[in-house]
Structure formats: C-alpha cells, structure tokens
C-alpha cells in the first residue's frame, strides 16, 4: 500500500511517525491530512538515507534549492559543492535540473551524498537522451523515450517529480488567443509545447496519465504537477492559459489520488503583489487543497541580480496565504548558473519568506523563536542572538568585523547611546532604588 492508502485506511506507518515527529504534531493529526490529500510525505522507497518530508496544511513551510548543470558548465564537483551548501544552509529539498554532463552520476551523487528529499524533471532526461545519446533533436522523442525519464530517476530514488501533464493543446490554444508576451518560460513546457506542434499529437503525459501512475505507484513517490504555463512576467500573470492548465491539474490529483498516488500542484512565477493572495487560494479551490509548491513569485521583473529579493517577498506572501512549499530563487537568476555564494543567499532568503510566513500561519514554535531573539537582544546576549540566528555564521562575522570586543556590549551602530543600554540601566537603578 502506499503512503495515502495506509493513512485512508487508518494506519499510522512509520513513516508517517517519523514525518509527524519531525513537524512536532500528532501522528494522527499527519495522517488525516495526508488521507485529504492536503499534505504529502515525499519519500521514495528506494531513498532510504533521507529522512521523509510532510509538506502541506498546517505544516512548516518548506524550501527548495535548485541545483543542476547545464551544456556550459557540467561540473560534477561545483553541483555537489552546492548541495552542500544548500543543506547546511537549512534547504529541505534540493531539486537537481541537471541537463549537461553525465546527468546520470550527478543524480546519483546527489542523491547519495545528500540527505534531504530530492526532487527532478524525468522530461529533461529524456530530452538529454535524445539529443546527446541519441542524436535526435528534442522534437523527435517518442513516448517511450519521455516515459523511460521518468522511471530512471524514480528508480534512482528521486523524491518527488515534474511533470507537465496540464500542458495540452487545448491549453496552447488559449495562450496564443491571450497573446502572451513570454509565451511558455517553463522549459519543460517548452519542450512539450514543441513536441505536440511538430508531432501533431496531445501530450504524452497527459494522454497516458494512468500509466504515468503505474509507473509510480511502486515507488511510492509524489507527483508535482508542474506549471508548464506559468507566467514569466507580471503582463501574463493569472492569464487564460495559466489557469485552464490549473484546471486541467484539479482533474489530474483527483485521478491521481484515487489510484493512491500524492500529489502537489507547482504555481507561479512572475505574479504582482496584490495577485498572489487571489492565486493561492484559486490554487487550493481547484486543486482540492493539494500542496502548492511556488517558485517565488517574483513581484517585478526589473531586478536582475536582486531577484532572490524580489522572489523572497513574493514567497512570503504566497506562504502566508496558504503556499505549503517555497523554491528559492538565487541573485543570478535570469544571468547565469548560480554560484555557491548564490545558492547559500537564496536559501536564506528563501528560508527567510518561509518563517514570516510561518508567523502569520500560526506554526507552533515560529513566533517563540523571534520572542526569544527579542529578550536576547534586550539583554545584550550576543551568543543568544547568534544561536537563534538564521544565518548565525553572517552574524558573528558581521559582529566581529565591527571591532566591539566585550561580550554584552552594544553593537557599533548606536555605542554608548544604545537605547537598550538606557532602559537595562534605567531598570537596574529602579532595582536599588526598590
């Protein structure tokens, strides 16, 4: 049985219990969700040095670092350096989009020298097949090609997968009647908008979605209905073809869930502020309350360089109104393959988003974590604040490099006149004076 039909059925698995423990719920409560189908637990059975992961209602939120090679640097060394990173930097997941090199043994590596929940998209895999092993062009995969993809990377052990199964003709129609400016950004929709055009056939992923979940039933591993529509700028955002495909993926986690497999839905993307709020909960509406996984949103498109900034406010708002999953996005995004110094800033940014938000969702132990950084700071307790630190390592250098030697003294903006400095004394003498 799988996890879902275990938690339908009423058992508490193993699983579930070390999932639950590691949310600090109760198992029972874990397994209602999981039997709604509003929370997932991402774990392959063939992953079994990783811990499972529950993503969903009423839980942590969750982050993700994308890593992954490309046809200008295939670096096995640089990818798992950068998983490194994002794991010590607090990622829950690492997705690798890995399509230059052998993509195959950086799969591997990752998945063996990590230990976190690993997600990816099968459909790269086979695209790099048939263009390098092959030497066919994208175009001429056939549906055994795209379906072999993804039985590789679920029996190497991968977590949770893309796939862009609500990329359909009917959802191309309505994208060239709105009349996008970015048209499709995913490029895994690319790569699926091209194949049906030039095959003049329907999407492989969609017309076979019951053997999509035969194939992923054994596994036991969580399908991500990916966005293959998402907009790539503010103009597109919460367009036709976006939210045809959002309700084509309602119909699919329905479908999904009754064959026992875990579903979560992936949104937007390049969404304006006062948007985001409508798309999450439009999101949950039609997808039945599955998981929602948010790359950002980015709230503008005039900040290259910046975007891990413009992605973490869009995230925040995302999570707070509902979004389960957060994938960071780096300060190279949009100019280059990230750096290891990108991938640890887009974690915390990321990881940022995802506590404010946790504030406002009411997640037990959020809010205490920043009152007891508030009475470290009051009380000058610098080893306090470190330790609370989302980035403790940034804080000490940063406070190291101001030259304040003394333990408890104030920090170098304010010296002497540090207002906590003022009201501690003013409380000490009001001590003597009583």
Known sequence: MTQLE???????????????????????????????????????????????????EGLRTKTNANLGTSSDDTSIDKELEKARVAV?????????????GPIDEIRAAIISQTDVCIGSVPLYQAACDAVLNQGKPIVDMTVEDIFAGVEKHLADG??????????????????????RIMEVVSRGGSFTVEWMLHNNAENPLFEYFDRLLEIVRPYDAVLSLGDGFRPGCLADATDRAQI???ILLGELTQRAQAAGIQVMIEGPGHVPLNQI????????????????????????DIAPGYDHITAAIGGTVAAA????????????????????????????????????????KGVP??????????????????AGQFELAIDPEK????????????????????????AYKVMNERSDQKAVVG
């Not at 930097?89 to 690798?96: K, R, T, V």
Request: proline share 4%.
């Open 6 to 56: 275990m938690a339908r059925d009423g058992q508490l698995s193993d699983l579930l219990r070390q999932a639950a423990a590691s949310e600090n719920i109760d198992p029972e409560i874990l397994r209602q969700k999981i039997a709604a189908g509003t929370a997932v637990i991402c774990r392959n059975n063939k992953h079994t040095n990783a811990p499972p992961l529950a993503v969903g």
């Open 88 to 100: 010590a930097a607090g990622a829950d997941a690492i997705m690798d989009l890995s399509t230059g």
């Open 158 to 179: 991968v977590d949770f997968i893309t796939v862009h199964c609500g990329v359909t003709r009917s959802t191309v129609e309505r994208m060239e009647q709105e009349g």
């Open 244 to 246: 045809h495909e959002l």
């Open 277 to 300: 709020e409508a798309n999450i909960k439009l999101q949950k509406r039609l997808c039945h309350g599955a998981p929602f996984y948010v790359l950002g949103p980015l709230v503008t």
């Open 321 to 360: 109104a509902g979004a389960d999953f957060l994938c960071y996005v780096t300060p190279s995004e949009h100019l280059r393959l990230p750096t290891v110094e990108d991938v640890h800033e887009g974690v915390m940014a990321v990881r940022i988003a995802a506590h404010a938000a946790d504030i406002v």
């Open 365 to 382: 132990g959020a809010i205490e974590k920043d009152n007891a950084m508030a009475r470290c700071r009051k009380e000058l307790d610098w």
């Open 395 to 418: 804080a000490r250098r940063l406070r190291a490099e101001s030259g304040v030697d003394e333990e408890h003294g104030a920090c170098t903006m304010c010296g002497a006149l540090c």
